[in-house]
Nanobody, 115 residues
Framework: QVQLVESGGGLVQPGGSLRLSCAAS????????MGWYRQAPGKQRDFVAA???????NYADSVKGRFTISRDNAKNTVYLQMNSLKPEDTAVYYC?????????WGQGTQVTVSS
C-alpha cells in the first residue's frame, strides 16, 4: 500500500525557517512527480512546489525565492525548505505523488507562522 508520510511541521516565528520531509513507500519514486500543496482554514488546497523525477522544479509565485523543493531518489524522500516564513504561509502542508493514472496524498503536517 502506497504511503506518503510528512514530517517537520510546527510553530515558527515570522522570518523563520522550517524543513518539511515526505517519505514515500511502495512506489517507484523516480517515476513520480513529487509536490507540496497547502490548505489554510476555510480555503482550497493550493499548489506550492513540485519536482519531477529528473529534478526539474516549479513553484507558486507566492513562495518563489523563499521555498526550495528537493528530492533524494535513493531515500524516496522529498523535502521542502521554507525560509523567510510569513503568517500567510500558515496552513496544513500536504505531500503529493503524481504519475499518469496514479495520484497519492499524505496526511498533512501543520505549519503555523506566528509571533
Amino acid at each position: 500500500q502506497v504511503q506518503l508520510v510528512e514530517s517537520g511541521g510546527g510553530l515558527v516565528q515570522p522570518g523563520g525557517s522550517l524543513r518539511l520531509s515526505c517519505a514515500a513507500s511502495e512506489i517507484i519514486f523516480s517515476n513520480y512527480r513529487m509536490g507540496w500543496y497547502r490548505q489554510a482554514p476555510g480555503k482550497q488546497r493550493d499548489f506550492v512546489a513540485a519536482s519531477t523525477g529528473v529534478g526539474s522544479t516549479n513553484y507558486a509565485d507566492s513562495v518563489k525565492g523563499r521555498f526550495t523543493i528537493s528530492r533524494d531518489n535513493a531515500k524516496n524522500t522529498v523535502y521542502l525548505q521554507m525560509n523567510s516564513l510569513k503568517p500567510e504561509d500558515t496552513a496544513v502542508y500536504y505531500c503529493n505523488a503524481f504519475s499518469p493514472g496514479q495520484h497519492y496524498w499524505g496526511q498533512g503536517t501543520q505549519v503555523t507562522v506566528s509571533s
